[in-house]
């Protein structure tokens, strides 16, 4: 219960500040993103002696369970949604004095929905019913709609309606699968249970094929939430519509939770179901593949780093497909960083260049050096480059195909990879070199790069001494 | 026949009228007659089994879904006034026969599962839950009128709920009245977006929402 008060407390009260105070400021702004990073330190003061202590999950109230990994799912989030709320101060400052279509009060509605949003990500984490996950999965699309919503624009009208529909009607699959699920556990004589820790132990009384159907719908409804291939339509558009920090919080905390879902459902599902890993696998290296031609021909700064995300929940796909978990968290880990970093630091180009088109974007480095060096080595982090988390994340994960004989899946993965590695870095090049143009606007550098910096810096620690570490300590 | 499988199969024909029918507030009549009749179904199913929770559903379904749904989408499409929607890809009627076809399969369907789930009798209410799913799948698909998505997306919950309620001893009362709430906080979002769609693109039509594309 102390865990559940230690992980809402905080974001609560902020929301009912926000309300409750009669005129909504930039000091308000500051105060939550205060109140974000305590939050943060809360959260490594109560989870962290979970985290190295207890072995056992801990179940909380019934159908609550907080594991490891979803401990480090939970900080991981808190600690991007802290870094995206302190950065959008610095965007929305200049946003607002740019152009005067945005007011305090969208300001402020996008503050509330945002913390929301951030509490209904972390109650993904630990939830061990799977009724409650698409409750909360569900939840999560509704709010991040208004985040999508945010410039009330023609284009983020139509991106936001594609995602409020495509998504729903996906998660809707999801939730015949989990009523399959159900009815599988009911079947041969024990009362039916949507507890994931009831369900892995009961597995030889669930019906195989009412289950494998159901595990399907699921995988499919929750895959169209975290992009898989032919379902990723409105990941691209909801990406590049999104103000900045959104779409850095779309890309970096919620495909996790998707993805999780898809993890605690596999997690039952390997257990009676033989042929399930290498399907997982397969999904996971066709996306892989479709997102790194995607990457090829691309226009807008922000769609590149959307199908870049697609690529990624690939590799993630297939780490949950070979289970295991701490695998997913470490690609999860070093994506969700670098990520977030690159979203922000497209957000800043384009308040310089005033347009979202790669055309438009060109001689970053005589312009603004620190931020195209900064773009640079992010981009160089997230298409594997050795001294970054990355490459240590995608190597392991190559291997372990190799070790457990995907041959087919291995070379796809390989091939794919590369593909991305020179499509990125040929349009980042044409981003950083050549002339700027006339119209470009001067920002103040240290604010704005302060955070992608931090981030950026800890995916390289990641790629240093964490990731061996990790590995070898938690497997 | 019992009761059960009469009231969620006519359920199910009023959901293949609607594939029938361009008049939009028609569509959402017969939404509403179609939601009506799950409702029914279940509530009469919960007596049978004297199964408390799924007494319950059942009315907060006919409160929710069957009145309060119906109505405020009526207020959406009085105040964007708009009238009919042409069915996309092929005419009407042929969407209509799809459905009754797609009917047909759905009792296919059910005896093919029934073959494998001995213990379950109710073969028409899962036959009714299939066919909702496919009937609003279809009516999704078909349709060009954001309304018309609203309401295919409600038809193929319904038949979630159907099949839930028919294959499972019904879901847990709190789930469901979870799902019901977050389908309900979707629904006045999609009403929100409907508006501001048609002011600023001064239509409705979402096959023509198309200016986010590869370049």
């Known amino acids: ?475 | 026949m019992n009761i059960i499988d009469f009231f969620s199969l006519t359920g199910s024909c009023f959901a293949i009228l609607m594939l029938g029918s361009v008049s939009i507030r028609l569509n959402l009549w017969l939404y509403a007659i179609q939601t009506f009749f799950m409702a029914l179904s279940t509530l009469s199913e919960s007596f049978k089994f004297s199964n408390s929770e799924l007494a319950i559903i059942s009315l907060v379904i006919i409160i929710i879904k069957a009145f309060f749904i119906p109505i405020f989408l009526n207020f959406v499409i009085e105040k964007i006034k708009v009238k009919s929607d042409s069915g996309l890809i092929f005419p009407v009627p042929i969407g209509m026969h799809l459905g009754i076809l797609f009917l047909g399969f759905s009792n296919l369907f059910t005896l093919e599962i029934l073959k494998s789930l001995p213990e379950i009798h109710h073969s028409g209410n899962i036959t009714a839950g299939i066919s909702l799913l496919f009937t609003g799948m279809l009516f999704m698909l078909l349709r060009k009128i954001a309304v018309s998505q609203i309401i295919g997306f409600l038809t193929l919950e319904n038949g979630i709920f159907l099949l839930g309620v028919s294959i499972t001893h019904s879901m847990p009362l709190i789930i469901d009245l979870g799902v019901m709430l977050d389908i309900l906080v979707a629904i006045m979002i999609c009403g929100l977006f409907i508006f501001k769609i048609s002011s600023s693109f001064e239509h409705i039509d979402v096959t023509q929402l198309n200016e986010l594309t590869e370049s």
């Open chain 1, 1 to 475: 219960m102390s865990i559940i008060l230690s992980l809402c407390l905080i974001p609560l009260l902020s929301i009912f500040l926000i309300q409750i105070l009669p005129r909504y400021t930039w000091g308000t702004l500051k105060v939550t993103v205060l109140l974000i990073w305590l939050e943060f330190i809360v959260q490594v003061l109560t989870l962290y002696p979970l985290l190295v202590n207890k072995i056992a999950p801990i179940p909380v109230i019934d159908g609550f369970m907080v594991d490891k990994i979803a401990i480090l799912f939970i900080l991981l989030t808190t600690l991007i949604m802290a870094a995206c709320f302190s950065h959008s101060y610095w965007f929305f400052s200049h946003e607002f004095k740019k152009n005067n279509s945005i007011s305090l009060s969208q300001l402020r509605i996008f503050n509330v929905i945002s913390i929301m949003f951030y509490l209904s990500m972390i109650f993904v984490y630990c939830l061990d019913n799977l009724g409650y996950l698409w409750i909360d999965i569900e939840l999560t699309t509704i709010l991040s709609a208004g985040l999508v919503y945010f410039n009330r624009t023609k284009h983020a009208l139509e991106a936001t309606w594609k995602y409020f529909v495509i998504c729903s009607v996906g998660i809707a699959f999801a939730l015949l699968g989990t009523t399959l699920i159900y009815a599988s556990s009911q079947l041969h004589g024990c009362h039916g249970s949507l507890n994931v820790s009831y369900l892995i132990n009961q597995t030889q009384h669930l019906d195989l094929n009412l289950f494998k159907f159901g595990f399907i719908f699921c995988l499919l409804g929750y895959g169209t939430k975290a992009g898989i291939f032919p379902l990723h339509s409105w990941l691209p558009d909801a990406h590049s519509e999104a103000p900045a920090p959104a779409s850095a919080m779309l890309s970096a905390c919620l495909l996790n939770c998707a993805l999780f879902a898809i993890l605690r459902l596999n997690s039952i599902a390997c257990l009676i179901i033989a042929n399930m890993a290498s399907l997982i696998i397969w999904i996971g290296c066709i996306t892989i593949l479709a997102a790194s031609l995607f990457l090829l021909r691309q226009y807008g700064i922000k769609r590149l780093w959307a199908y870049s995300s697609i690529e990624n929940v690939g590799l993630m796909l297939v780490s949950i497909g070979l289970n295991q978990p701490w695998l997913f968290f470490l690609l999860a880990f070093n994506h969700s960083l670098v990520k977030s970093a690159l979203f922000l630091l497209s957000g800043n180009i384009m308040q310089i260049t005033n347009s979202k088109e790669l055309k438009d974007i060109s001689g970053l480095i005589e312009f603004s050096p620190v931020m195209a060096i900064l773009l640079v080595l992010s981009s160089l982090a997230i298409t594997g480059t050795p001294p970054f988390g990355n490459f240590m994340a995608e190597i392991i994960l190559l291997s372990q195909l190799l070790n457990l004989n995907f041959i087919y899946p291995f070379i796809l993965i390989a091939i794919a990879l590369t593909i991305s590695f020179i499509a990125v870095l040929t349009h980042v090049g044409k981003i950083t070199v050549g002339k700027p143009k006339i119209n470009y606007i001067q920002l103040n550098n240290f604010n704005y790069s302060l955070i992608p910096v931090l981030l950026v810096f800890l995916s390289l620690i990641a790629g240093f001494f964490f990731t061996n570490k990790l590995f070898i300590g938690m497997n």
